[in-house]
């Protein structure tokens, strides 16, 4: 059976976040009495509507799945703001996260602004802008700016390592 | 009198006036650019403002806002695609406009029109609030309690998708924000021993990730701009086109009135003011097959009223500490940093700040007319900017952001961390936006209920009892109960069609 990708997606959902809630309200139990009524009682809350969700996509689980909106004239019922549902993009994910932690973890070792040039040099090169011009002006340009407007101009400290 | 005048010297000061115009131009090009957001761009550019004074820091926020919310018409018209979610009505007859060839006259008449309802309500807020904030002296414990739970309530009940998924949204916003110290009793709760988590969850951080992060994501993931039609460009003077504003003048002043009322509502978007305005727009029209095929007054009504929705979110925020949406949420960070408390104090103690904000935003709604029409020029050369130079750029942005409050490493963790919970979010179709509220209100919300609870002597039936017997208490929690149930109403309306075959 070829289940409606909504209905899974709800599903999923429901699950990760009911075993979130159930976790958080366990942990609720290890703090004293007059600090833990609020978040036990939020942390029941959210498992609830978490199976809530869950039901909801065991239910939706059969049915076609809705075109999306017709880009002809409206209805003539009320005209509502289309839904918007996202497809995972694991390199675009691996890219950002992976990409920032060693962002930052260069920090400490480079220094503040040095990483974040090296950072953008090495993005546009991955993400295919390898010109001269873009792949090396631009981010010295940008992080110059950055370092002249914080460090210079607003006095904010940042963290230095080999260099800026 | 006095602080009138030194308020309105204070926001037509130069720096000032630098700042709302920096601010104006980069909301503008934050709105024409697809994929940047408002909130995110407020959220970035906050700590730009720490070492500025108030005045000139909340003018260059109030700018990006007003300018941003107008700017992804230009986009819109010009190219068939929202630049941010609040021009997603303008499309419906922005596009067939600029396929006409009239892509001049509806950027023109959109400009003016946003203008318009910009102005008014920047001045309804000027008027309302301070009478606002003296009603506001008469909420004790319950009323604040309520009026958190109410913020909650709306946002979730109103924002895209189910509202099980709002709520659940509103929920785990709530439960991060008790994060850190209890409100009374100090204790530390869910803190895994990390002093960075002692005060909380911080969050201006927090918004950073989790609305720059999932968008980077999605930039990386356009590559090309290939889905972007190119329909025309704007070329022209824009006063050939004020007679259009005289012919549909009711049109702007009741978009304006919806736009303002919505954003007044605590949790009611921009984009749900816009498709209410167009609807609006369209049922009273003598002419309303018109729509959809072109007609002026449909990019007019959404415009406007998106406009209005600025000042009207400013009013709970600055009277109540409750924000009007997401965008504002995050101005009460930057209120905060500023040591600026929601609250009567803002119009008394701190009323010249308070007031040079409020006129810097008349001058913000002026000031985007022109730069927003040069904009429209040069938009075309603008969108020619590719997303995968953007993604990265953000994220630099994020991490500064992020590290330059308190200048904590483990803050931009933090961030990184809050981008992949908002990425999850987005993929599951839980809405962003009650989470902010949750955050936001959820010290409120304990706190208060923490208060009123022992002014009763920890006597629950007594608290239940008082909040149904205290005027304004009974008045918010039938609100709570109405918008709960017009968000059940909703639900049942939109699970009609996709019933299963």
Known sequence: MVMNPAAFRDLLAGVVVAVVGLYLTATSFSYPAHSSGFPRALSVLLTVLALVLVVNGLRARKAVPVSSQDEAAPSPDLVEPAESVERANVGALAFTLIGGAVYVALIPVLGFFTAATVYLIASFIILGHRRGTTALLYPVAFCASLYLLFSKFLGVPFPTGLFL | ?501
């Open chain 2, 1 to 501: 009198m006095d602080v009138m005048a030194s308020a309105l010297a204070a926001a037509l000061s130069w720096d000032t006036l630098f700042g709302t115009f920096l601010g104006v131009v980069g909301g503008v090009l934050i709105g024409v650019l697809p994929g940047l957001t408002s909130t995110m761009a407020v959220a970035l550019l906050i700590p730009f403002t720490f070492s500025l004074p108030p005045v000139v820091g909340l003018a260059m926020l109030g700018g990006i806002y007003c300018a941003s919310t107008y700017g992804g018409a230009i986009t819109a018209i010009l190219f068939n695609i929202p630049g941010t979610p609040s021009a997603a009505a303008t499309i419906l007859d922005g596009h067939p406009l600029a396929l006409r060839g009239e892509a001049t006259r509806a950027i023109s008449v959109v400009t003016l029109g946003s203008a318009i309802g910009g102005l008014f309500s920047a001045l309804v807020l000027l008027l309302l609030a301070p009478p606002l904030a003296r009603f506001a002296l008469q909420f004790g414990a319950s009323e604040y309690f309520l009026l958190g739970v109410l913020g909650v309530s709306i946002i979730a009940s109103l924002s895209e998708g189910s509202m099980v998924k709002g709520l659940i949204s509103g929920v785990l916003g709530l439960i991060m924000s008790t994060v850190g110290m209890h409100p009374l009793t100090g204790f530390l709760r869910f803190t895994y021993g990390q002093p960075f988590l002692y005060e909380g969850v911080p969050l201006i951080v927090a918004l950073i990730g989790l609305f720059s992060i999932p968008e980077v994501i999605s930039l990386i993931s356009q590559r090309t701009r290939g889905d972007a039609q190119i329909l025309a460009t704007y070329e022209g003077n824009v006063f050939r086109y004020i007679r259009d504003l005289i012919t549909y003048r009711w049109t702007v002043i009741r978009s304006s009135i919806i736009g303002t009322i919505i954003g007044i509502i605590p949790g009611a978007g921009t984009d749900i003011a816009a498709f209410l305005a167009y609807n609006e727009a369209r049922r009273t029209s003598k002419e309303p097959e018109r729509f959809g095929r072109g007609a002026v007054e449909g990019v007019l009504a959404p415009e406007a009223a998106n406009n209005a929705v600025t000042g009207g979110t400013l009013v709970p925020l600055l009277t109540l500490g409750v924000p009007g949406n997401a965008v504002t949420a995050i101005f009460m960070g930057g209120l905060l940093i500023h040591g600026l408390r929601p609250g009567a104090s803002l119009f008394t103690d701190q009323a010249t700040i308070t007031y040079g904000f409020i006129f810097s935003l008349f001058v913000s709604n002026i000031l985007f007319v022109p730069v927003g029409l040069i904009a429209a020029r040069f938009a075309t050369r603008l969108l020619r900017v590719p997303p995968t130079m953007l993604a990265p750029t953000i994220v630099v942005l994020a991490v500064f952001g992020s590290y330059a409050l308190r200048s904590s490493p483990e803050d931009v963790w933090l961030m990184l961390g809050m981008g992949l919970v908002g990425y999850g979010m987005k993929l599951a179709g839980i809405p962003a936006g009650p989470m902010v509220l949750g955050l936001v209100l959820g010290g409120m919300v304990e706190g208060e209920l923490a208060r009123a609870l022992a002014m009763v002597q920890g006597n629950v039936w007594m608290f239940l009892t008082q909040l149904v017997t205290r005027p304004i208490s009974a008045v918010l929690l039938v609100l709570c109960l109405l918008s709960l149930g017009q968000g059940i109403a909703r639900q049942r309306r939109a699970a009609k069609p996709s019933a299963s075959a």
